[in-house]
């Protein structure tokens, strides 16, 4: 019996010595979810059976239904609110007894409090922050072992903007040996750069949590964008017991391929650790070399290459998604807004999900990284209640957490982001309110000194109220590296300019090129003032119509213009890129999102997005609006309009010229033709150097024939288009026929059709066309059959199509 007791007592107690793989995997499938408030969740044999099961992301709230009683108001959607529990099941009997491990949230929103076998991990409260704990200590290596998270967004209303609500981003678990490089610690930056050479200098830190010191072998090496290795270097390191070894290397590499907007060249850097030959640990960052200047009479330079930053303002929901975004999602928006000539993001207001900035490395998408949109004074936003009565109401969102939280949530979101190469500059805030006073001295020389002390590239502000008789305060504008201007005109950055001759300049934010309206709908004001609704059918005939729709779009290409022709301007942002879910800013009830996008909701493109892409492409391009399609208005008097980046343009109306216009692009001109409506068809061209170099054609459309499916974007998950199209296949730009599918093999995500005012679920088996489109995404479920989707509506053959 003595015998056996310490053969026992030797495994229990007896440390174990092997070096284990060190690694870090996604634990985003099976996880229970309720949606209310479950205090004995945290303990450990709490029954969680009934519960439902859930795929992370995810964000509970965006499957709900709209409702006017729902506290987030028009700011949040219409949508749901609360608390809500998870719990995850784990297996970690594989770990070994001496190693260390970490669960790691990229973002739950919002005061998450964890629980680990019912031990307290701690709380943070921001929704958007990264962060991580250590569980080793509370690990039951005989038992199950459960990790609860509690989420409590019920206090309302709780942002200017949709947040969602759930663990909307990954959740990682990090397993680590006793020596290890811990989260964030490895720093690369390219202190020198030219086209023959560059320097890469690393920076890294190495703990050792064991009682002995430990020597190593630190491999550090260089892979290109093939994946081939072309540098490795090796340090041989003694790290003490209980303390770090700080790393500091420069590498050289020779003949660069150079990270640019036009090709997004990236490297791997890769440091490993050896013990006896064994590995121990290793950390992975992906850079981009590349040299970037501020100045003056040049703006931004990126590798000796001045750029206009041609940008757009974003919030971080993926439409019908929610908050729960895909890798797919950034990429489709991505690649739509650089089509339309965008080379720079805004993340408006906070912190995005690093799968975002990612996608931007990638594909060559300069970043503004945005950390606060309140700092110790609340914002007050106009929302809608009930009957669209506009009331303002101050947002519980995050300046009751400043004071304590503000430091090291800037903190952490420097050290996660500052490796991604698209970052061109920081910011940290948005029309902050103490920006005005001398309050805002300190704190903004206080957040300065976070950025610079943790990364080298400068930081902006956004502020508001240049020439509107407020201007902000001096001396806090003074602590900022280049100052934001939100919604100025061409006479503030020239006072500015005179005033402060070496101030570099860059408007965070500005109006867009864009009524605020839904894609394809035209002249719709009756009176914004008074009914705050849209007024559809309309007339063509009152010209008032038409000259406040034309203001719309005149604001934004005066805006652009301003910043255009003055060289000392970096470059503006526009409000907004993308529409987003919340703020339904000037409609009521049953408005749920914003529409001051140049791509709607469903991430199709509005008209003004064509506006952008007439200033900031080359690419010959011509765009005819509205469409031909007036049935009733025959013999009405209607305008045509067009963007072009053509130097001259004709239009025709059933094929008998309208004339032929000058096309200034360095004026705010939208070229506009008086006419008649008659069916038939209208073309556009456009000529340079008397040549025809590009048209486009509309059609008077007949009844809808048949529906056109395409698959646009197809990595993580699916999206499919949906157009209505008549008999001789031309699309039909006011359809508005209720689709139903079937799915195969797939998950539906969602589903939307850009229309602010539908109330629609965003995960349904049905959706009305909206303007001929509409789009479905899809995940295809675990199996060798290819994903199917069936898409019918009345009166038509149904059509299919897999991916």
């Not at 491990?101 to 922050?129: C, I």
């Not at 680590?176 to 610690?185: G, H, L, Q």
């Not at 001096?474 to 100052?483: G, K």
Request: hydrophobic letters at 35%.
């Amino acid at each position: 019996m003595l015998s056996c007791f310490l053969i026992v007592t030797c495994f229990i107690s007896c440390k174990d010595t092997r070096i284990h793989t060190a690694k870090t995997w996604k634990i985003n499938d099976g996880w229970k979810f309720i949606q209310k408030d479950v205090p004995n969740a945290k303990e450990i044999n709490f029954d969680d059976s009934t519960w439902t099961t859930v795929e992370l992301p995810h964000d509970w709230s965006i499957s709900k239904p709209f409702s006017k009683q729902n506290p987030s108001f028009s700011r949040g959607a219409w949508l749901p609110t609360g608390i809500s529990y998870y719990r995850k099941h784990l297996d970690i009997s594989d770990i070994g007894t001496d190693q260390k491990v970490f669960v790691h949230f990229e973002g739950a929103y919002r005061n998450a409090e964890v629980w680990f076998n019912a031990h307290y991990l701690g709380k943070r409260p921001s929704g958007y922050s990264a962060f991580e704990y250590e569980i080793t200590k509370f690990i039951d290596r005989t038992s199950k072992n459960i990790l609860t998270v509690k989420l409590d967004n019920s206090e309302q209303p709780g942002s200017r903007w949709y947040s969602g609500n759930g663990i909307y981003r990954d959740v990682f678990l990090k397993v680590k040996n006793s020596i290890y490089i811990p989260t964030w610690a490895t720093y690369v930056t390219t202190p020198k750069v030219s086209k023959q050479s560059a320097t890469l200098n690393v920076k890294s830190e190495v703990v050792n949590v064991d009682d002995k010191t430990r020597k190593l072998e630190l491999r550090v090496s260089v892979l290109d964008t093939r994946g081939k290795e072309i540098i490795q270097d090796q340090k041989y390191i003694a790290v003490q017991g209980g303390k770090k070894y700080a790393l500091d290397l420069d590498l050289e590499i020779k003949k660069p391929l150079l990270w640019h907007i036009n090709d997004p060249d990236l490297y791997n850097i890769r440091l490993e650790l050896f013990e006896k030959e064994k590995s121990v640990d290793k950390d992975s960052v992906r850079v981009g070399i590349r040299k970037m200047e501020y100045t003056v009479d040049k703006g931004f330079v990126l590798n000796d290459d001045p750029i206009k930053i041609k940008g757009v303002c974003l919030h971080h929901d993926a439409g019908p998604l929610g908050a729960a975004a895909r890798k797919t999602s950034y990429e489709r928006q991505i690649r739509i807004l650089k089509e339309m000539g965008a080379n720079a993001v805004r993340t408006a207001h906070n912190p995005f999900d690093s799968e975002f900035l990612d996608t931007c490395d990638e594909m060559g998408m300069l970043v503004m990284n945005e950390a606060f949109d309140e700092w110790e004074v609340v914002k007050k936003p106009q929302t809608f209640r009930e009957k669209g009565n506009k009331v303002r109401i101050p947002v519980k969102y995050y300046a009751h957490l400043f004071k304590e939280w503000a430091n090291k949530d800037l903190k952490d979101f420097i050290l996660r982001d500052r490796n991604h190469p698209s970052i061109f500059m920081w910011s940290i805030g948005n029309e902050i309110d103490q920006m005005r006073d001398e309050s805002g001295v300190a704190i903004a020389k206080r957040l300065m000194d976070i950025v610079h002390q943790y990364d080298n590239r400068p930081a902006t502000c956004g502020v508001n109220g240049y020439g509107w008789g407020d201007w902000p305060h001096e001396p806090a504008v003074a602590q900022i590296d280049i100052p934001g201007y939100n919604y100025a005109k061409g006479e503030n950055y020239d006072k500015e300019h005179r005033d402060f001759p070496n101030r570099k300049m860059i408007v965070t934010e500005h109006t867009s090129a864009q009524m605020i309206a839904n894609r394809g709908e035209y002249y719709p004001f009756k009176s914004v003032e008074s009914s705050l609704q849209l007024d559809l059918p309309i007339s063509h005939t009152d010209t008032q119509k038409f000259l406040k729709n034309r203001k719309a779009y005149e604001q934004g290409m005066k805006a652009w213009i301003d910043v255009k022709n003055r060289p000392f301007v970096m470059g503006e942002f526009i409000w907004t890129g993308w529409d987003y879910l919340g703020e339904t800013i000037p409609y009521s009830w049953p408005a749920r999102s914003s529409s001051f996008g140049v791509v709607d909701l469903a991430g199709f493109p509005k008209d003004g997005y064509y506006y952008y892409q007439s200033q900031w492409t080359s690419s010959p391009m011509i765009h005819l609006f509205p469409h031909w399609n007036w049935q009733g208005h025959e013999g009405e008097k209607m305008h045509l309009n067009v963007f072009s980046n053509t130097q001259e343009v004709e239009l025709f109306v059933n094929e008998v010229s309208q004339g032929r216009k000058t096309n200034d692009l360095n004026s705010t001109k939208m070229l506009t033709w008086e006419v008649v409506y008659q069916p038939g068809n209208v073309k556009v061209v456009g000529y340079n150097s008397g040549k025809m170099i590009t048209q486009e054609t509309l059609n008077t459309v007949g009844d809808i024939s048949s529906l056109e499916l395409e698959v646009t974007d197809n990595t993580e998950i699916t999206y499919i288009e949906v157009k209505a199209l008549d008999k001789d296949a031309n699309f039909i730009p006011t359809a508005n026929h209720k689709i139903n599918f079937k799915i195969e093999n797939a998950e539906l995500l969602g589903v939307a059709n850009g229309n602010n005012r539908s109330l629609e679920p965003f995960v349904a088996s049905f959706r009305k066309l909206y303007n001929g489109k509409a789009i479905i995404i899809l995940k295809k479920n675990n199996s060798n059959k290819p994903g199917k989707v069936i898409v019918s509506t009345d009166g038509i053959p149904e059509v299919d199509i897999t991916f």
